[in-house]
């Protein structure tokens, strides 16, 4: 039964990547990804991840996806009169297709050539207890690493994001 | 069981590289950081399916470090979307072809 739910949920993954990438309108291509999210999601579940499931919910469609439709929708770059500039020639997409094509081509050959991965992934559950027991014992320093990393971003985005005039007046940029 | 990990890998090569030819092939800053978020996504799925197939907890570690790094980067880079919006009043890439200084 969770190989069907396998399959079935990687096929909706990928078709909705596909409509995503494809899509003219940002507003249209953050919806679909958030579908396909909501695809890895219940993937990470079956595959005895659920922590990182809620948090791909919480964190990646709720928080990362409102972002980018915020952003979207404050610059106003859902395509009204100026609708067909933001997509590409047919021709243009030809060429990376291609290179995307052959390159994928030859990861599957050579994951289907490897037995090592023929094996099957076994039903396994990692409690949330084990989970915060690993990342706070054996990666308690990275634990550290990543807030000072975000704290950063934060100050970073902060600044980038101040209005023209002040940094002017500072001399940078 | 419930698949071979070469099916997990395959599934996760595949949504790499469709999210590599977003990155590639898309003229809009937004759909090139949407391209990011898929090949990033894609990464994490790959992690969860070789911590499952080992049945060790590290690669799920890895993957909130992921997202926690993926949340940094989006942050800063829609930052930089704003401002370069603001500076020539358009998001595709095109524009930004020249440097000044």
């Known amino acids: ?134 990342l706070f014992k054996e990666y308690a320093l990275a634990v550290e690493i990543v807030s000072f990393q975000l704290l950063f971003a934060a100050v970073g985005a902060f600044y980038v994001g101040k209005p023209e005039r002040k940094k002017r007046a500072r001399g940078g940029v | 069981m419930i698949v071979p990990l070469g099916h997990v890998l395959i599934l996760s090569t595949i949504l790499f590289f469709l999210g590599l030819v977003c990155v590639l092939a898309r003229r809009n800053l937004i759909m090139i950081l949407i391209g990011v978020e898929i090949m990033l996504n894609a990464v994490g799925l790959a992690l969860v399916g070789a911590s499952s197939f080992w049945q060790q907890l590290d690669g799920q570690v890895f993957v909130i470090f992921l997202m926690a790094m993926t949340s940094a980067e989006v942050s800063i880079s829609l930052a930089m979307v704003v401002y370069l919006q603001r500076r020539k009043g358009t998001v595709d890439v095109r524009a930004f072809d020249e440097m000044r200084g």
């Open chain 1, 1 to 134: 039964m969770a190989t069907i739910v396998f399959y079935i949920l990687g096929a909706i993954a990928i078709v909705a990547t596909l409509l995503s990438i494809t899509r003219n309108n940002p507003v249209h291509a953050v919806i679909y990804l958030v579908n396909s999210l909501f695809a890895l999601a219940l993937l990470f579940y079956l595959l005895g991840a659920p922590l990182v499931a809620a948090w791909e919910v919480i964190i990646y469609a709720g928080a990362i996806m409102v972002l980018f439709l915020f952003i979207i929708m404050m610059l106003e770059l859902a395509p009204g009169k100026k609708a067909d500039r933001f997509g590409p020639g047919w021709a243009q997409w030809l060429p990376i297709l291609l290179l995307a094509v052959a390159l994928g081509a030859c990861t599957l050959l050579l994951t289907g050539l490897d037995s090592a991965g023929a094996e099957g992934v076994p039903r396994w559950y990692a409690t949330p207890r084990d989970f915060g027991y690993t």
